[in-house]
């Protein structure tokens, strides 16, 4: 995440919608990729500096849930990212304003991530067939609406799915320790997930076909089965000589998705260590093994920041030669997905 300021020459975040030292509205312009200061012209109509004509999104404007913006002209009355939402929390319920809240923040730093990256990204709406949707859906633990439900997060035929629950710090963290994760927020699901749609997308031919068996297995291997004995009986002992996570030993495609998460975590951290001058290059012009030596050291300044001031590792996991391999692959694989722009 690149870093950000103000007209006025105030730092501000990626999420914020106003200045607190000047008071200026802002928002996020996808197209230049930059969080722009605004002048207020009236009629829900913002201009920039330039004179360029802008609208929040529908959703920032009635909810307060986004602070994208739209060109003022624009058809649609959603911006980019919420062109992707088919399913939101309902808002006549107490809580979900803020569930909804952190769910949109986790999927616009997704996006920015992806974008980084210039990987393929329409909505399904606009493509049904290769195009992406999200649900951000509530069960029984978040809504007497649903008393018998039970909504899992996850990846369907264009859809990531996200339970409403995992936006409470609380019910997640309760979820967290039931499973034995050493990590699980909103973002993280997202990028997961996000690693299972790319690889619908994928289409891999033979040769990259054969590469990802070889490292990561055979993902043709009966997914319902390998999940079961996996919840059944958890982990293999040997997990961490050859897994990210002990969740990703589960079955090939699981291996992948997780891979693919801690591929983004990785570069969008390192971006942010750039742009806060920690490193002399930016990821994007790093190989995949320059990448791994700086995060190395990294990710190792992040967990002793944390420790320095009484919380838990920001990165608590290990990254050995086996994963570093799987993350060379996804490497290359990005590069097949960037010719699908």
Not at 28 to 36: E, K, Q, S, T
Not at 225 to 248: E, T
Request: glycine share 8%; hydrophobic share 35%; aromatic share 12%.
């Amino acid at each position: 995440m690149r870093r950000f300021a103000c007209d006025c020459g105030s730092p501000v975040y990626f999420e914020n919608d106003f200045c607190i030292n000047c008071q200026s509205a802002l928002g996020y312009d996808p197209n230049r990729a930059d969080l722009i200061t605004l002048a207020d012209w009236g009629g829900g109509v913002f201009k920039d500096f330039q004179g360029n004509a802008f609208r929040y999104c529908s959703n920032g404007e009635s909810f307060g849930v986004c602070n994208w913006l739209r060109p003022a002209d624009s058809p649609s009355q959603f911006c980019t990212a919420c062109q992707f939402n088919r399913t939101v929390p309902d808002q006549t319920r107490p809580k979900n304003k803020e569930r909804w809240l952190v769910l949109e923040r986790g999927k616009k730093r997704l996006f920015y991530t992806l974008a980084q990256l210039s990987l393929p990204l329409l909505n399904g709406w606009a493509d049904p067939q290769r195009g992406l949707l999200l649900d951000f859906i509530e069960d029984a633990r978040t809504s007497d609406k649903f008393p018998e439900t039970f909504v899992s997060t996850g990846y369907l035929g264009g859809v990531i799915t996200i339970n409403a629950v995992e936006a409470d710090d609380v019910a997640r963290a309760t979820v967290q320790d039931e499973l034995g994760e050493s990590y699980r927020t909103v973002l993280g699901h997202l990028r997961h997930e996000s690693g299972h749609y790319y690889w619908s997308l994928l289409n891999p031919d033979v040769r990259l076909l054969g590469e990802f068996r070889q490292v990561f297995g055979d993902e043709r291997s009966n997914y319902q089965a390998a999940l079961d004995v996996h919840y059944k009986n958890g982990p293999p002992m040997y997990w961490r000589d050859r897994f990210i996570s002990s969740y990703a030993s589960s079955h090939p495609s699981e291996d992948w998705a997780e891979c693919w998460g801690h591929y983004l975590h990785i570069y969008d951290a390192l971006d942010t260590a750039w742009a806060h001058q920690l490193l002399p290059r930016q990821p994007g012009s790093m190989t995949m093994s320059e990448r791994l030596r700086a995060w190395s050291k990294v990710s190792l300044m992040l967990n002793e920041l944390n420790r320095s001031v009484g919380r838990g590792d920001a990165y608590p996991f290990v990254i050995n030669e086996v994963v570093a391999e799987k993350l060379e692959l996804i490497d290359l694989a990005m590069d097949r997905l960037r010719t699908l722009r």
